[in-house]
């Protein structure tokens, strides 16, 4: 399955019109859900606005199934000069089989000393920064527990 990312910087605020809303009630985020009749499907997954450049610009990421033409960005945007649109289509929601082991984090547990660690593990369950970092955290619980014991930080 493929998603559409379009990021668009420009110092127009979203259309509330086109969500029925009045200007001081729009959003800078809109998340849809996929209906029952996927003929359905609105013209775009997610909408936020996620960083102000120095220029005073908003920039704005769209996901969406389809490409976002000019056409479509007209219609969030109505007659807004746009400093720049970037486009990328990615791979998204790849099938993954189920894993019955998963890889080791500490590589030689037998040798006599604080060891070599895979951070990430974890990748082939989940692969996110966020778990990437969460497991990085832990392993480095790890080592501290082999380096320092139960001491704490108070030393005790």
């Known amino acids: 399955m ?32 996929l209906p029952e009749d996927l003929k359905d499907t609105p013209i775009f997954n997610s909408i936020s606005r996620v960083l102000r450049l120095p220029s005073g610009a908003s920039v704005w990421k769209i996901f969406s199934p389809e490409v976002f033409t000019d056409e479509i960005l ?5 007659g807004a000069l746009r400093e720049w ?16 082991t998963f890889a ?28 990437s970092a969460m497991s990085g955290r832990n392993v480095a619980a790890l080592i501290a527990q082999r380096i320092f014991g139960n001491r704490t930080s108070s030393g005790s």
């Open 85 to 100: 649109i970037y486009r990328k289509e990615w791979k998204a929601y790849p099938r993954l089989d189920p894993i019955e």
């Open 74 to 78: 007209e219609q969030f945007f109505p």
């Open 2 to 33: 493929t998603l559409q990312v379009t990021f668009v910087a420009t110092n127009a605020p979203l259309n509330c019109a086109y969500f029925n809303l009045t200007e001081n009630t729009c959003p800078t985020a809109v998340i849809t859900t």
């Open 104 to 131: 080791p984090i500490e590589m030689f547990p037998d040798i006599d000393s604080y060891g070599l660690w895979y951070t990430s593990g974890i990748e082939s369950f989940i692969s996110t920064m966020e778990t």
